[in-house]
T-cell receptor, first 114, second 115 residues
Framework: GENVEQHPSTLSVQEGDSAVIKCTYS??????FPWYKQELGKRPQLIID?????GEKKDQRIAVTLNKTAKHFSLHITETQPEDSAVYFC?????????????FGKGTKLSVIP | NAGVTQTPKFRVLKTGQSMTLLCAQD?????MYWYRQDPGMGLRLIHY???????AKGEVPDGYNVSRLKKQNFLLGLESAAPSQTSVYFC??????????????FGPGTRLTVL
């Protein structure tokens, strides 16, 4: 099955700095890569996603890049703010052969220091 | 439009007891999922359904059963609860599974403790 590795597990940045979270996946057939943000005690919420036919996608201060050859994708947050503090999860979707599963990384706890 | 809802929000069970967690969505989504979230483990898929009357196993299905008798509801059952099933359970749904319709929307979660 699919395996998703996420690094780092914790990340502290000063307000205004950038944060980068990296994920690698094992199944080259995976074709959809969402990122979720989870605040303490809340549900995961989708913040951005990318499909395998695209190399980069941006949404205001958030961007995701995908390198299919190397099987890794990254989340970039610029001009970080205290409200960006949360746990971020990457995921990879494999669909095929009658299976449909989204596999998550173990999460990165981001702390933005004012 | 409530989105995805879960019942109950919290529950404490004794080892060996049974219970059912209910997930409901009002978005007319075909696909529904049950995940468990443990500290340091991320979210792991227990079971999922690609339509009314269908179910399929995910990564960690042992000790759980599911049913999808109605399109809007997905039930997760624990027949004989064990302490290892102490976790936060999230339900999610997506319109379909193909590109452009596969975004998963999560419910608020159920915190289950098994003593």
């Amino acid at each position: 099955g699919e395996n998703v590795e996420q690094h780092p597990s914790t990340l502290s940045v000063q307000e205004g700095d950038s944060a980068v979270i990296k994920c690698t996946y094992s199944d080259s057939a995976s074709n959809y890569f969402p990122w979720y943000k989870q605040e303490l005690g809340k549900r995961p919420q989708l913040i951005i996603d990318i499909r395998s036919n695209v190399g980069e996608k941006k949404d205001q201060r958030i961007a995701v890049t995908l390198n299919k050859t190397a099987k890794h994708f990254s989340l970039h947050i610029t001009e970080t703010q205290p409200e960006d503090s949360a746990v971020y999860f990457c995921a990879a979707l494999f669909s095929g052969a009658g299976s449909y599963q989204l596999t998550f990384g173990k999460g990165t706890k981001l702390s933005v220091i004012p | 439009n409530a989105g995805v809802t879960q019942t109950p929000k919290f529950r404490v069970l004794k080892t060996g007891q049974s219970m059912t967690l209910l997930c409901a969505q009002d978005m007319n989504h075909e696909y529904m999922y049950w995940y468990r979230q443990d500290p340091g483990m991320g979210l792991r898929l227990i079971h999922y359904s690609v339509g009314e009357g269908t179910t399929a196993k995910g990564e960690v299905p042992d000790g759980y059963n599911v049913s999808r008798l109605k399109k809007q509801n997905f039930l997760l059952g624990l027949e004989s609860a064990a302490p290892s099933q102490t976790s936060v359970y999230f339900c999610a749904s997506s319109l379909f599974g193909r590109a452009g319709t596969d975004t998963q929307y999560f419910g608020p979660g159920t915190r289950l403790t098994v003593l």
